[in-house]
């Protein structure tokens, strides 16, 4: 089974501050999907990332793939309170028929 | 026009009775899904069907019974419902070979007592 791991599993920040999380999967996939969810709420995409190399960006919000280190990133930038939320990282099966997600990281933005 | 729709949103029910929960996807995808987030948030797979045929079902008690009459439709049937249902049951939809993203419905929060 394809495993997917993400850190940190929390993480609280200053507003204005920088920082990186990580997203490991454990065999050849170049498929890569960021999502973010909001407290009570459903999952919203935020990018895909369809080939080693691909870098996708939205407002304070990086992500980028290296399929050969199997690692993807979201960076943040400036951090303000309305990132605060859960992001998970999905990747996909070869085949596509699931989506395998990491295990969230919880953000929280302190003014 | 939502994309993803599931109800109900909320379901209360005593452990031992029936219940389903029914999706319905407006995207034109062929591929549908159920997944379960457990009080962790983790998110774990349980049915993947794509045009009605089911295509991947994970360890699952039997008790759960995912239905596709159509490719846009994917419900999710539940007998004897245990302590242990207790739960968020998202529905997905996708494209299977397109690299698409896969969009969620709100979820419905179950609790059994």
């Known amino acids: 089974e394809l495993k997917v791991e993400q850190n940190p599993l929390f993480l609280s920040m200053q507003e204005g501050k920088n920082y990186t999380i990580y997203c490991n999967y454990s065999t050849t996939s170049d498929r890569l999907y960021w999502y973010r969810q909001d407290p009570g709420k459903s999952l919203e995409s935020l990018f895909v990332?369809?080939?080693?190399?691909a870098v996708k960006q939205e407002g304070r919000l990086m992500a980028s793939l290296d399929t050969k280190a199997r690692l993807s990133t979201l960076h943040i930038t400036a951090a303000v309170h309305d990132l605060s939320a859960t992001y998970f990282c999905?990747?996909?099966?070869?085949?596509?028929?699931?989506?395998?997600f990491g295990t969230g990281t919880s953000l929280t933005v302190i003014p | 026009d939502t994309a993803v729709s599931q109800t109900p949103k909320y379901l209360v029910t005593q452990m031992g009775n029936d219940k389903s929960i029914k999706c319905e996807q407006n995207l034109g995808h062929d591929t549908m899904y159920w997944y379960k987030q457990d009080s962790k948030k983790f998110l774990k797979i349980m049915f993947s069907y794509n045009n009605k045929e089911l295509i991947i079902n994970e360890t699952v008690p039997n008790r759960f019974s995912p239905k596709s009459p159509d490719k846009a439709h994917l419900n999710l049937h539940i007998n004897s419902l245990e302590l242990g249902d207790s739960a968020v049951y998202f529905c997905?939809?996708?494209?299977?070979?397109?690299?698409?993203?896969?969009?969620f419905g709100q979820g419905t929060r179950l609790t059994v007592v």
């Open positions: 999905a990747v996909s099966s070869n085949t596509g028929n699931q989506f395998y």
């Open positions: 997905a939809s996708s494209q299977l070979s397109g690299g698409v993203s896969a969009f």
């Open positions: 990332l369809l080939s080693n190399g």
